[in-house]
């Protein structure tokens, strides 16, 4: 594949307008054989192309060509990537396919730099694609949460997430928010950190992403929008298309800095309009950072709404600190028009518990997630239109996807309340897991069960009696669902045996994991 690099303003600008206010403002998608990001008269256009203001989507003509409106409340004008080529991309991977719509610049008094200005608004605007190979099957990073508020924490996410995945096999890469933890001048530092990857990486705003000395929503995202362009959009790859969505609602700093899961009416027309030029067989994917159970209601079942007709679904966020999955049906707001239910990850986040915990011998946190899970990253593999889920931790090799809970030593008269808790990192309700004593029990059906993870409790407790750092807390374990518990064969002697458990996920993969202890007298 072949990316470009960065050029502060890569879209070829001709004609400035004279007014900012209901005028239209058009140009040309076209193929930059030359990679000069500049439509030169003997390049190929490109039709039937999707360019949206942020709430109207229009496609391009047999000539190329496009025609949008542009008022004061545009903040960008951008190109709908098509499957089968690229928009350029930053010299640090960062994919540019937006023209940030800021005549006056962003208010004066933000903490962070927000949008130089603009300038009057370009009346023709030009798109550069390029090529590339882009099969239907491929493979996808998410990122959950970074959240480094320093240098030190951004060593830490290289540590765990940059290192390891130099050289990924995936195709590109999308971060759901937080890349920050309010101090918003890390950016620089975390796109140097994502650039080593080399593949393209989508981003999406969090809470923490918010320039919060604002007293409204409406420029809560300037520094955002400086760094990483709109802060919603949508893009297509395969088979599949991505809808980015903003659905943090700030309430501005005379609220106590507060805000709510919500879904604003700018974004469900954008959803609405958009969705007119996509496939019914494409795997429809939104991405945001609040999960779906914790934005309002009417959010939520406005954007049920808008993809219920498309038989392939799937969403995903964070901002939770912990894995979980999430099915929608019926009883739970689902329409069902094409699909009994919609699977919605709660996905694992980079920082953990807030990079919090015992430093490791390479002196990296724990950083284990609230639900005793270690941190990690997801793995989307993209099969066509269809998809499947792995959770990889930090510092682990890929293979160890399970823990066991169980006293290393037991004396022979507790065998009959002795009970394993086994923790599924990425498992969820529809995991299927077995455990038996090896030359002693046949697999048995485990318990699917709801509880907090014993050894989390263990290292939280470890924290509050002073033996981690203080600025290194790890706290609020709480109970999840991709646990499940098995009683031990009451009759066995005094003697060392094996725990073997085997585990398979609503994908089909499954995976094992063995537990030695000690029977006493």
Same mark, same amino acid.
């Given at each position: 594949?072949?990316?470009?690099?960065?050029?502060?303003?890569?879209?070829?600008?001709?004609?400035?307008?004279t007014?900012?206010?209901?005028?239209?403002?058009?140009?040309?998608?076209?193929?930059?054989?030359?990679n000069?990001?500049?439509?030169?008269?003997?390049?190929?256009?490109?039709?039937n192309?999707?360019?949206?203001?942020?709430?109207?989507?229009?496609?391009?003509?047999?000539?190329?060509?496009?025609?949008?409106?542009?008022?004061?409340?545009?903040?960008?004008?951008?190109?709908?990537?098509?499957?089968?080529?690229?928009?350029p991309?930053?010299?640090?991977?960062?994919?540019?396919?937006?023209?940030?719509?800021?005549?006056?610049?962003?208010?004066?008094?933000?903490?962070?730099?927000?949008?130089?200005?603009?300038?009057?608004?370009?009346?023709?605007?030009?798109?550069?694609?390029?090529?590339?190979?882009?099969?239907?099957?491929?493979?996808?990073?998410?990122?959950?949460?970074?959240?480094?508020?320093?240098?030190?924490?951004?060593?830490?996410?290289?540590?765990?997430?940059i290192?390891?995945?130099?050289?990924?096999?995936?195709?590109?890469?999308?971060?759901?928010?937080?890349?920050?933890?309010?101090?918003?001048d890390?950016?620089?530092?975390?796109?140097?950190?994502?650039?080593?990857?080399?593949?393209?990486?989508?981003?999406?705003?969090?809470?923490?992403?918010?320039?919060?000395?604002?007293?409204?929503?409406?420029?809560?995202?300037?520094t955002?929008?400086?760094?990483?362009?709109?802060?919603?959009?949508?893009f297509?790859?395969?088979?599949?298309?991505?809808?980015?969505?903003?659905?943090?609602?700030?309430?501005?700093?005379?609220?106590?800095?507060?805000?709510?899961?919500?879904?604003?009416?700018?974004?469900?027309?954008?959803?609405?309009?958009?969705?007119?030029?996509?496939?019914?067989?494409?795997?429809?994917?939104?991405?945001?950072?609040?999960?779906?159970?914790?934005?309002?209601?009417?959010?939520?079942?406005?954007?049920?709404?808008?993809?219920?007709?498309?038989?392939?679904?799937?969403?995903?966020?964070?901002?939770?600190?912990?894995?979980?999955?999430?099915?929608?049906?019926?009883?739970?707001?689902?329409?069902?028009?094409?699909?009994?239910?919609?699977?919605? /990850?709660?996905?694992? &986040?980079? %920082?953990?518990?807030?990079?919090?915990?015992?430093?490791? $011998?390479?002196? +990296? =946190?724990?950083?284990?997630?609230?639900?005793g899970?270690?941190?990690?990253?997801?793995?989307?593999?993209?099969?066509?239109?269809?998809?499947?889920?792995?959770?990889?931790s930090?510092?682990?090799?890929?293979?160890?996807?399970?823990?066991?809970?169980?006293?290393?030593?037991?004396?022979?008269?507790?065998?009959?309340?002795?009970?394993?808790?086994?923790?599924?990192?990425?498992?969820?309700?529809?995991?299927?897991?077995?455990a038996?004593?090896?030359?002693?029990?046949?697999?048995?059906?485990?318990?699917?069960?709801?509880?907090?993870?014993?050894?989390?409790?263990?290292?939280?407790?470890?924290?509050?009696?002073?033996?981690y750092?203080?600025?290194?807390? /790890?706290?609020?374990? &709480?109970? %999840?669902?991709?646990?499940?518990?098995?009683?031990?064969? $009451?009759n066995? +002697? =005094?003697?060392?045996?094996?725990?073997?458990?085997?585990?398979?996920?609503m994908?089909?993969?499954?995976?094992?994991?063995?537990?030695?202890?000690?029977?006493?007298?």
């Open positions: 594949m072949k990316y470009t690099s960065l050029l502060s303003s890569f879209i070829a600008t001709t004609s400035i307008a007014t900012l206010t209901a005028q239209s403002i058009t140009g040309i998608v076209f193929e930059d054989l030359n000069n990001r500049l439509f030169d008269t003997d390049e190929p256009v490109i039709p192309v999707s360019v949206s203001n942020g709430i109207d989507v229009v496609q391009t003509n047999a000539v190329g060509q496009y025609t949008l409106a542009i008022t004061d409340d545009t903040d960008a004008i951008f190109v709908i990537k098509p499957s089968g080529f690229m928009t991309v930053s010299d640090k991977n960062f994919p540019e396919f937006y023209y940030i719509h800021r005549p006056e610049g962003s208010p004066d008094g933000l903490k962070y730099d927000g949008v130089a200005p603009t300038g009057p608004a370009p009346k023709s605007l030009n798109f550069p694609l390029y090529k590339q190979d882009e099969p239907a099957n491929y493979k996808m990073l998410i990122f959950g949460d970074p959240q480094v508020r320093d240098y030190k924490r951004m060593t830490y996410f290289r540590h765990d997430f290192e390891p995945l130099i050289g990924t096999e995936a195709s590109f890469g999308v971060a759901l928010g937080d890349l920050a933890a309010d101090a918003l890390i950016y620089k530092h975390y796109k140097d950190s994502i650039s080593q990857l080399g593949i393209p990486f989508y981003s999406i705003p969090g809470n923490h992403d918010i320039n919060f000395n604002v007293s409204s929503d409406k420029h809560s995202m300037e955002w929008l400086a760094a990483f362009g709109p802060n919603y959009y949508s297509n790859w395969g088979n599949v298309h991505y809808i980015v969505l903003d659905d943090v609602q700030y309430k501005g700093i005379q609220n106590k800095k507060g805000y709510s899961g919500h879904i604003d009416q700018k974004q469900r027309e954008f959803i609405k309009n958009d969705l007119k030029y996509v496939p019914k067989d494409m795997l429809i994917v939104p991405l945001m950072h609040i999960p779906l159970v914790n934005i309002n209601k009417e959010s939520r079942l406005a954007l049920f709404d808008l993809i219920k007709d498309y038989p392939n679904t799937f969403s995903a966020s964070a901002h939770r600190h912990f894995q979980r999955h999430d099915f929608f049906d019926s009883q739970s707001g689902w329409a069902e028009a094409a699909s009994p239910e919609h699977h919605h /990850l709660v996905a694992s &986040t980079s %920082s953990g518990t807030w990079w919090g915990g015992q430093y490791d $011998a390479y002196g +990296t =946190p724990l950083a284990t997630q609230r639900d899970s270690p941190n990690a990253y997801n793995l989307m593999t993209i099969s066509n239109n269809a998809y499947k889920l792995r959770t990889i930090a510092r682990r090799p890929e293979s160890e996807q399970l823990s066991i809970y169980l006293p290393r030593e037991i004396k022979q008269a507790d065998l009959a309340t002795a009970i394993a808790t086994i923790n599924i990192f990425g498992g969820s309700t529809k995991n299927i897991t077995y038996r004593v090896i030359n002693q029990s046949d697999f048995t059906l485990a318990t699917p069960t709801k509880t907090i993870d014993p050894y989390h409790l263990e290292n939280v407790q470890r924290h509050k009696d002073g033996h750092p203080k600025d290194n807390s /790890l706290s609020l374990e &709480t109970p %999840s669902d991709h646990f499940a518990t098995i009683n031990l064969p $009451a066995l +002697t =005094p003697g060392i045996y094996t725990l073997h458990v085997k585990t398979t996920d994908f089909d993969q499954t995976d094992e994991a063995y537990f030695l202890f000690n029977v006493i007298e």
